[in-house]
């Protein structure tokens, strides 16, 4: 039977107990604070994250993985399996992807058996670290067929829609992923944008005004959704704030009557830098 071995990176944010049961392996960012420089889940865990982004006074940077590395690690996981199947975070919001390429053509030089596939995820966090969890389900059920995985894996990631909100606009201002104008007159308006990801990047969705009742004006607009799958609901959920990780699951539970959620995750240093503490997001089914 062929030997796949899939692999994610730190921006897939995929919990440590999955990691090991599916044994997915991991490719690890870097996060700078300063002139400090942390692999991302090895120098510094979620919770020393956290803590030094609540004390720090400038918004960290993050880094993709260094070639070197990442060309070791990729060359030994196809010198060990037959094929690699390493989902990236998205090539619209880091060069992670891209260097990935340049990796693989060297490996392939290197050593030409190597059957290592890319996916340009086009997401990020739970999005991805559910797609390769539903690959190795796949291989678990004894599907070897790579090309019908990464089909079926594409399917799977497009038949979930993602609804995100953050405690403070600062981060996504300072990142660029909006404009001044916009995150000072969301502070005082008070308003709440709801993000979603599109096209691999996070893109405005809605606008929720208050934070009194957020989590009920969020579950009405899933409701609202026409491609939500009403009658077979499920749902993921990722979070920088575990409080409110699970007042959120709580809230899903109680609203849909589901009893457990597909994933339950913590969003890591690299998803982090960007939308900072506080910040919550629920991915639904769809028809």
Same mark, same amino acid.
């Given at each position: 039977?062929?030997?796949?071995?899939?692999?994610? =990176?730190?921006g897939a944010d995929l919990p440590k107990d999955?990691?090991?049961?599916?044994?997915?392996? +991991?490719?690890?960012?870097?996060?700078?604070? /300063?002139?400090?420089?942390?692999?991302? =889940?090895? =120098?510094? +865990?979620? @919770?020393?994250f956290y803590q030094k982004l609540s004390e720090s006074d400038q918004i960290p940077t993050t880094s993709q993985t260094p070639y070197q590395t990442m060309h070791d690690t990729l060359l030994t996981l196809c010198k060990e399996n037959d094929t690699v199947i390493?989902?990236?975070?998205?090539?619209k919001a880091s060069g992670q992807y891209n260097t990935a390429r340049m990796v693989r053509e060297e490996i392939l030089e290197e050593y030409p058996k190597a $059957?290592?596939?890319?996916? $340009?995820?086009?997401?990020?966090?739970?999005?991805?670290?559910?797609?390769?969890?539903?690959?190795?389900? &796949?291989?678990e059920a004894g599907e070897t067929d790579v090309?019908?995985?990464?089909?079926?894996? @594409?399917e799977y990631q497009a038949s979930w829609r993602a609804y995100i909100l953050v405690d403070t606009l600062k981060y996504l @201002?300072?990142? /660029?992923? !909006?404009?001044?104008?916009?995150?000072? *007159?969301?502070?005082? *308006? =008070? !308003?709440?944008?709801?993000?979603?990801?599109? +096209?691999?990047?996070?893109?405005?969705? @809605?606008?929720?005004?208050?934070?009194?009742?957020?989590?009920?004006? *969020?579950?009405? &607009?899933?409701?609202?959704?026409?491609?939500f799958d009403a009658e077979h609901p499920a749902f993921m959920v990722a979070h920088s704030d575990r409080e409110r990780g699970e007042e959120m699951a709580a809230a899903l539970r109680e609203e849909f009557g589901v009893e457990e959620l597909e994933l339950f995750s913590e969003f890591g240093p690299i998803v982090g830098t960007h939308i900072g503490p506080g910040a919550l997001a629920v991915l639904c089914k769809l028809k």
């Open positions: 039977m062929a030997k796949i071995k899939l692999v994610v =990176d730190t999955l990691e090991k049961r599916y044994q997915i392996d +991991n490719i690890h960012f870097m996060t700078i604070f /300063g002139e400090t420089a942390y692999e991302a =889940d090895v =120098d510094i +865990n979620n @919770e020393e390493y989902f990236v975070l998205s090539s $059957d290592l596939r890319l996916v $340009d995820s086009m997401s990020f966090s739970v999005y991805i670290s559910s797609m390769a969890i539903y690959a190795a389900k &796949l291989i090309d019908l995985i990464l089909k079926k894996c @594409e @201002e300072k990142g /660029g992923r !909006i404009t001044k104008t916009s995150a000072i *007159l969301g502070t005082v *308006l =008070d !308003i709440k944008p709801v993000l979603t990801i599109r +096209n691999g990047l996070v893109e405005p969705y @809605e606008k929720l005004r208050g934070k009194k009742k957020i989590f009920q004006k *969020l579950l009405a &607009l899933i409701r609202e959704n026409p491609q």
